[in-house]
């Protein structure tokens, strides 16, 4: 068994988890970024769409509120 | 200027308060006991404890009763969670101080004990005891990085899952909200990981100091924290941390930099930060106590972590609300400002209220690790514990009445309640004077002693045994005598006098016709020959083959002992999870699964699995892989040897191996058996008696236990030079 980091408390295989598991977190970081750029505003209500509601009680009522 | 000051000063000691419970790890076995008194000199001293442990910082001496070290050694990497050092034979009668230096890999923390035994009859000084040498530093720079990363935390995830929803707008560019919110959410981010970052450096110079016991002067002068930082687990997970806050702060600079040419850089930044410092705060959780975990520790390192991460989003979320809100709605009055407030709130309150529940689900779960049931209500842990988790419960209760009455359908049935109790005006902040007495409550059990685990030092004897074998008496002794490590202590006497000799061993189980490597024992004086390994690996029956060779040139004999090794014997390094914990980990699962549940279900609808097949296919796998494990593990022999390896059926198997059989060296087929005879099974080697093997005939004419004396035998001469 390579050991990767310095040593393992939790079993044999306890190096190659940790690494995976921040591998994943790093390619989740990137893939976060990346849909994030792909998005860029088109999920965003443009100007005037999201307006307050008269009515607090109205089950349809915008969860949006355009603060500006 | 004043209140933001005491904002942030209160935010920052309600974040504190959220630190896990910290406790050490414990010895849970020692060899010779603490304070035992003993007829004849030990061949080692050897302390179980419930953690790994540093090896390269961890050591044990032992002084002698003139206060001389006598012996001294570092922990092994093959058995992490030990510190034996072997004694010099025959020590003189007195009472021997054994001083052990722990440095437990899971936290980092260092011990100090001091535990004894004496030789004939107890004199001078013994004395247990422990020194905690860790120092108000490593509180300082755990509080702050969870409070750093916290804060981290919650600004991005209210950023991602509250904020942009609820008041995103495209005429934003720059991350999709107005300028002002902006501008808060990156000075809390940026706080955060200022933060975090100054307690990366504490840390490191802490810790090396406690490593090394050196100041930190000398810890920077001599570049001590660059050892620790590149060989040790603590060191590795600090590397990760790192990065991490690279990778973070990076894309935060490159964001901000590049700002008025790529606006869209901003909002992306901001969501790829909420993995990366979920795995910050998972770092910490590598090096919190979690990994120490003697029940499941891998389980208890995910909770650990699950824990700090619904915090992070409930405490880290509740403070970015808090620290945004007033500039967010300074522009709006009336109507506007209600509703403004409520879209975001209606975000928020599901999250909070998933977050308060698995920090409550993996809180239980945690803590049942340190005190049982029975301990609630009589050890001032318990009822620490009992008092937080009650008022968890009526935070919980608050909480889900307010998520609740969000929803405008309920509102009419839950607007009586808190029209009753005032509005939301007042019960807002007796939600948050809960949260405030639960954290004190979390403070209050941070601060109690866990109690120590009744299994903590229990003693059981160790297995002996004698045999008398061509005149010579042989004794074993196997200590503790259960699965796992042992010291094994084997005498050799003739007519009461001590015999010089070199001593092979064996361990064989014969229900599973397994057996380990032959090992030659250390000579620790005439007559007293010693090893120490992990080769009794389950409780149930073993058989002992010892092979010993007289130095006076008599002819060779074989000692066999057949060994009862009891789990109770065991050091126990693991234990079950109790009733509570399996609980609790339900309920966690089950917040987790309900978490991963939309992606989840992407994933399933891209498969294009239908139910029947997902089940069917979880099945096999399932089966296939317990069924590979088992083959793999413990797989039972096809015939078992009945009779136990002694001298006497090695010279009846001996005899008929030439006599009945004619199996003799010169044969073709003996050196290909004796090649493989380490891999070889006794119900192989029976086969062989029965069938031949490669130019060796078939034993004829054998009953059954002959050809078990015959494999007996086999074992012996083909080992025997």
């Known amino acids: ?68 | 200027m004043r209140r933001t000051a005491a904002f942030v000063s209160l935010a920052l000691l309600l974040i504190a308060l959220t630190l896990p419970a910290q406790a050490h790890g414990f010895l849970i076995r020692a060899v010779p006991p603490d304070g035992a008194v003993l007829d004849r000199s030990p061949a080692r001293a050897q302390y179980w404890f419930s953690e790994s442990l540093e090896p390269a910082f961890s050591r044990i001496s032992v002084r002698g009763p003139g206060g001389v070290v006598i012996a001294e050694a570092e922990a092994d990497l093959d058995t992490p969670s030990i510190l034996a050092v072997r004694l010099p034979p025959d020590l003189p009668d007195g009472t021997y101080l054994v001083d052990l230096r722990l440095a437990f890999a899971s936290d980092g923390h260092v011990i100090a004990e001091s535990r004894s035994f004496s030789v004939g009859a107890a004199s001078g000084a013994g004395g247990t005891g422990t020194e905690n040498l860790t120092d108000p530093t490593e509180t300082v720079w755990r509080a702050a990085m969870l409070v750093g990363l916290m804060l981290s935390f919650g600004a991005a995830v209210v950023y991602n899952g509250v904020l942009l929803p609820a008041w995103g707008s495209a005429s934003h560019k720059a991350g999709g909200l107005p300028p002002r919110v902006m501008h808060r959410l990156s000075v809390l981010m940026w706080t955060g990981l200022g933060i975090t970052l100054a307690a990366q450096i504490l840390a490191l110079l802490q810790q090396t100091s406690a490593f090394f016991g050196a100041d930190f002067g000398v810890v920077l002068s001599d570049r001590l924290w660059e050892v620790v930082r590149t060989s040790t687990r603590f060191g590795q997970v600090w590397n990760l941390r790192m990065i991490v806050l690279a990778a973070v702060g990076g894309l935060f600079i490159l964001a901000a930099a590049n700002r008025a040419d790529q606006p869209g850089w901003v909002r992306a930044a901001w969501s790829a930060s909420v993995p990366g410092l979920a795995l910050g705060l998972a770092a910490s959780s590598m090096i919190s106590h979690a990994p120490g975990s003697r029940a499941e520790p891998w389980t208890a390192l995910f909770l650990d972590w699950a824990h700090v991460t619904a915090a992070g989003f409930w405490a880290g979320g509740l403070v970015a609300l808090a620290w945004v809100m007033p500039v967010a709605l300074a522009p709006l009055t009336g109507e506007p400002r209600r509703m403004a407030l409520l879209a975001a709130l209606r975000r928020y309150s599901p999250y909070a209220v998933g977050a308060l529940a698995m920090v409550t689900a993996s809180g239980v779960f945690s803590a049942a690790l340190w005190v049982r049931p029975a301990e609630l209500t009589t050890t001032p842990y318990g009822l620490a514990l009992l008092v937080k988790v009650a008022m968890v419960g009526a935070l919980l209760f608050v909480g889900a009445l307010h998520h609740a009455a969000l929803n405008p359908q309920r509102w009419a049935r839950f607007s009586g309640i808190t029209g009753h109790l005032g509005g939301f005006n007042r019960t807002l902040p007796t939600e948050a004077a809960l949260a405030v007495l639960v954290l004190v409550g979390a403070g209050w059990l941070t601060a109690t002693p866990v109690p120590v685990p009744p299994d903590a030092l229990t003693t059981a004897p160790p297995l002996a045994q004698l045999a008398e074998v061509e005149g010579y008496t042989v004794g074993i002794t196997a200590s503790p005598g259960g699965p796992g490590f042992n010291t094994f202590d084997l005498s050799v006497e003739r007519g009461g006098e001590s015999v010089e000799a070199a001593v092979m061993m064996q361990f064989s189980r014969p229900n599973l016709d397994q057996r380990a490597a032959r090992v030659a024992l250390d000579r620790l004086d005439a007559g007293a020959y010693e090893t120490a390994n992990l080769d009794l690996s389950a409780p149930g029956l073993w058989w002992l083959s010892a092979d010993i060779t007289p130095a006076d040139g008599a002819p060779p004999f074989r000692a066999a002992f057949a060994l009862d090794v009891r789990a109770e014997n065991a050091v126990p390094l693991t234990i079950p999870l109790t009733p509570l914990q399996a609980a609790a980990l339900v309920v966690a699962t089950l917040g987790v699964g309900y978490a991963a549940s939309r992606p989840a279900r992407a994933a399933y609808r891209r498969l294009g699995l239908t139910p029947q097949a997902a089940f069917v296919l979880g099945l096999a796998v399932v089966a296939q892989t317990s069924q590979d494990y088992s083959a793999t593990v413990a797989s039972a022999p096809d015939v078992m040897n009945p009779i136990l390896p002694t001298q006497d059926s090695v010279t009846r198997g001996a005899a008929l191996l030439t006599e009945t059989c004619g199996w003799l060296s010169e044969l073709p087929g003996w050196s290909d058996l004796q090649t493989r005879l380490p891999r070889t099974r006794d119900d192989e080697l029976y086969a062989f008696t029965r069938d031949g093997f490669r130019g060796l005939p078939p034993c004829e004419g054998l009953d059954d236990p002959q050809r078990w004396d015959v494999v007996n035998a086999l074992r012996w001469v083909l080992n025997t030079p």
């Open chain 1, 1 to 68: 068994m390579v050991i990767f980091l310095a040593h393992g408390a939790l079993g044999v295989f306890d190096e190659l988890i940790a690494i995976t598991v921040a591998v994943a977190f790093f390619g989740m970081m990137v893939y976060a970024y990346i849909r994030s750029r792909a998005l860029e505003d088109a999920d965003l209500p443009p100007d005037g769409d999201a307006t307050p509601s008269t009515d607090p009680q109205d089950p349809d009522s915008p969860d949006r509120f355009k603060l500006d």
